[in-house]
């Protein structure tokens, strides 16, 4: 039996792509967070914000991961700021392992922008001030995503290198 693999990275660097990847290739089950906070309640991620604001959602995030800490053989894609409420990466790093996908803010910027998911923290961020506001963010949830046990560049990612770091790491 395997401890769970955690995986965080700040919003868009890939965690839930990666996160299935690497659950297929060790045979894991895999875990999406806000999904299932999204199955959970019935609401989706940008409701619960709007409607109950920001600390009810970190309230249920970290409730789903304390619950995903007691798993084996699974992998977990976390929100964005998972990592940085509830001493949540205390929490994954004593339970499990983890993964950093570690990303560059323009590359961030262009896939936030490329993609049609809607981001509670970003509703008001423009294109244009979107590098500079990821930037200040990555530098602020720095201290709690460097604690990963693992880091990765997220731009060039090799799951079979993710695999055998990750094994490694056991």
């Keep these: 039996m395997a401890k769970p693999i955690f995986i965080v990275g700040y919003m868009g660097s890939g965690k839930s792509t990666v996160g299935k990847k690497l ?4 045979k894991f089950d895999f875990v999406d967070i806000d999904a ?7 609401k989706e991620v940008a409701d619960i914000f709007k409607e109950e604001g920001e600390d009810a959602f970190r309230q249920l995030e970290h409730s789903i991961l304390v619950s995903l800490c007691a ?3 699974t992998v977990v894609a976390t929100g964005g700021g998972a990592p940085c409420f509830y001493d949540n990466m205390a929490l994954m790093n004593k339970h499990g392992i983890t993964v950093y996908l570690k990303m560059h803010p323009d590359s961030l910027a262009s896939r936030i922008i490329a993609s049609n998911t ?7 961020i423009s294109s244009d001030d979107l590098p500079a506001y990821i930037s200040q963010h990555l530098y602020d949830r720095g201290v709690f995503y460097n604690k990963a046990k693992l880091t990765i560049k997220g731009e060039s990612i090799k799951i079979d290198e993710l695999e055998r770091l990750v094994i490694n790491a056991r």
């Design 36 to 42: 299932a906070i999204v199955n959970m309640t019935g």
């Design 23 to 26: 659950a297929t290739r060790l």
């Design 71 to 73: 798993r084996t053989n």
């Design 118 to 124: 809607e981001r509670p923290l970003l509703s008001r």
